[in-house]
């Protein structure tokens, strides 16, 4: 079965520091993967998302991902944080040929001044 | 700029009370998928629609738990009879009707049931 893993329940960070989620993923085929963001009182809005081509992808608000297959992992990526990126963020797979996505238990970012 | 809206945004109830939730996906968007988010269980996907036919609902508690498209801009999830431990933000969300597609979120319902 389809699964992700984010081993991080919350991340600290100061303000201009650098940033990354891990995320890894339990998955036969080649998935299509996802990460999504949702501050405080909000639903979850797209940041990114993986589904072939170049493994380094790019995303809004600065932020990119790596997929690398033989770790079974797609780490979000910012190299200078900003207080505004306090939130919480989720890895998601969608398997191939399909809709039902699933989300990991999400990561929330702390950022200090 | 189109997106999800979700209706109400806040709901108090008693235990036992019926709880209608209201979704207006996107328009043009053929799949609607309901979530429940909780800080124990995260985010839950209780059902999902496509061209208002449900594809997948094991999700969802039976017993008293209903999720309807009535039209093409109406998606509902009913509970009946609510319980406590019903409480939590419930998600809809919409997308193209693409395989594999970004979802799009409405802010969700935070319900609490006394």
């Known amino acids: 079965a389809q699964s992700v893993t984010q081993p991080d329940i919350h991340i600290t960070v100061s303000e201009g520091a650098s940033l990354e989620l891990r995320c890894n993923y339990s998955?036969?085929?080649?998935?299509?993967l996802f990460w999504y963001v949702q501050s405080p009182g909000q639903g979850l809005q797209l940041l990114l998302k993986?589904?072939?081509?170049?493994?380094l992808v790019q995303g809004i608000k600065g932020f990119e991902a790596e997929f690398k297959r033989s770790q079974s992992s797609f780490n979000l990526r910012k190299p200078s944080v900003h207080w505004s990126d306090a939130a919480e963020y989720f890895c998601a797979v969608v398997h191939t040929g399909g809709f039902k996505t699933i989300f990991g238990a999400g990561t929330r970012l702390f950022v200090k001044a | 700029d189109a997106r999800v809206t979700q209706t109400p945004r806040h709901k108090v109830t008693e235990m036992g009370q019926e709880v209608t939730m209201r979704c207006q996906p996107i328009l043009g968007h053929n799949t609607v998928f309901w979530y429940r988010q909780t800080m124990m269980q995260g985010l839950e996907l209780l059902a999902y629609?496509?061209?208002?036919?449900?594809?997948?609902d094991s999700g969802m508690p039976k017993d008293r738990f209903s999720a309807e498209m009535p039209d093409a801009t109406l998606a509902t999830l009913k509970i009946q009879p609510s319980e406590p431990r019903d409480s939590a933000v419930y998600f809809c969300a919409s997308g193209p009707g693409r395989q594999h597609e970004t979802q799009y979120f409405g802010p969700g319902t935070r319900l609490l049931v006394l």
């Open positions: 998955y036969g085929a080649t998935p299509y």
């Open positions: 993986y589904f072939s081509g170049d493994t």
């Open positions: 629609f496509r061209n208002r036919a449900p594809l997948d």
